[in-house]
């Protein structure tokens, strides 16, 4: 092998060194339910011109998997700012219920709403960018 091989490598290493921690970074998203024991914990992925993004937990167990599924903002209060905008959802779970919620942006990467199911338990979830 040519000595001087690995310094030729060492820009192609730190390219792909970075690719692979730009992947590392997306959404997370967390939330309790007020009848489900412990938090839930997920991945979330953002919206586009036809919705506001979905996002999906489960519980520590992965025995309860709820996905959500947001619509573009109803209401955009501050112009030229994705804070404060706000809109509605739907959450949809493995047991069977299924959750209106209100979501409202606390800044261009992050968002955070609630809702009920059926039987009144609470969904209170966030979802941001994680590092």
């Given at each position: 092998?040519?000595?001087?091989t690995?310094?030729?490598?060492?820009?192609?290493?730190?390219?792909?060194?970075?690719?692979?921690?730009?992947?590392?970074?997306?959404?997370?998203?967390?939330?309790?339910?007020?009848?489900?024991?412990?938090?839930?914990?997920?991945?979330?992925?953002p919206?586009?011109?036809a919705?506001?993004?979905?996002?999906?937990?489960?519980?520590?167990?992965?025995?309860?998997?709820?996905?959500?599924?947001?619509?573009?903002?109803?209401?955009?209060?501050?112009?030229?700012?994705?804070?404060?905008?706000?809109?509605?959802?739907?959450?949809?779970?493995?047991?069977?219920?299924?959750?209106?919620?209100?979501?409202?942006?606390?800044?261009?990467?992050?968002?955070?709403?609630?809702?009920?199911?059926?039987?009144?338990?609470?969904?209170?979830?966030?979802?941001?960018?994680?590092?």
């Amino acid at each position: 092998m040519n000595p001087r091989t690995p310094a030729r490598l060492a820009p192609l290493l730190a390219m792909i060194a970075a690719l692979l921690a730009a992947c590392a970074i997306g959404y997370q998203a967390r939330g309790t339910l007020s009848d489900v024991a412990g938090p839930l914990r997920g991945k979330a992925y953002p919206g586009d011109v036809a919705g506001g993004g979905r996002f999906v937990l489960a519980d520590e167990a992965s025995r309860l998997r709820c996905e959500g599924r947001m619509a573009l903002p109803d209401t955009s209060p501050v112009a030229g700012s994705c804070q404060g905008e706000a809109g509605n959802g739907v959450v949809r779970c493995t047991d069977g219920r299924e959750l209106v919620v209100r979501w409202t942006a606390t800044s261009c990467r992050a968002f955070a709403g609630s809702g009920r199911d059926q039987f009144g338990n609470r969904l209170i979830f966030r979802v941001d960018r994680s590092n």
